[in-house]
């Protein structure tokens, strides 16, 4: 089932439920995906790749939004911020354990035969490929300067 019709399915269900965060939540992912379609180069379908980075993207902006609000005091508007990010996250593939992700980073170091923190870039490149969609970007950039000094 591709994740468009998952979105759809799960939509009804909020509709039913009159879950208006979840409503919310959802729309929002059908219009970026809408939005996704109609650029010049997706044409009519796009990726699993462009999905995952889509759906990150959008739980990364409903967290920096609720951390903007949080550090103003406004904890009413943050919560449904960060309720929604947790309704996108589900669409999400898991995300890997800290440790598991350190595990892996320590094999590309090793393959890319990575010594000091001018082999950051290097690492990184392959980091990032490796681990799209599993881990977030801080996460992986945090263990790679841990991992490199």
Do not use: W
């Amino acid at each position: 089932m591709s994740l468009e019709s998952k979105i759809m399915e799960a939509l009804k269900e909020a509709m039913k439920a009159k879950d208006t965060i979840a409503l919310d939540s959802l729309r929002a992912i059908k219009s970026a995906i809408l939005l996704a379609k109609t650029e010049a180069k997706a044409g009519d379908t796009i990726s699993e790749d462009e999905e995952i980075k889509l759906l990150q993207r959008l739980v990364k902006q409903r967290k920096e939004s609720a951390d903007l609000y949080q550090k103003q005091g406004r904890e009413d508007l943050a919560a449904p911020e960060l309720a929604q990010a947790e309704i996108i996250s589900k669409f999400l593939p898991e995300q890997l354990s800290e440790e598991k992700v350190e595990a892996l980073i320590k094999e590309i170091v090793a393959r890319v035969g990575a010594s000091s923190m001018k082999d950051m870039g290097k690492v990184m490149g392959e980091a990032s490929k490796e681990l799209s969609g599993k881990a977030d970007g801080k996460l992986i950039a945090s263990i790679v300067k841990k991992v490199l000094s």
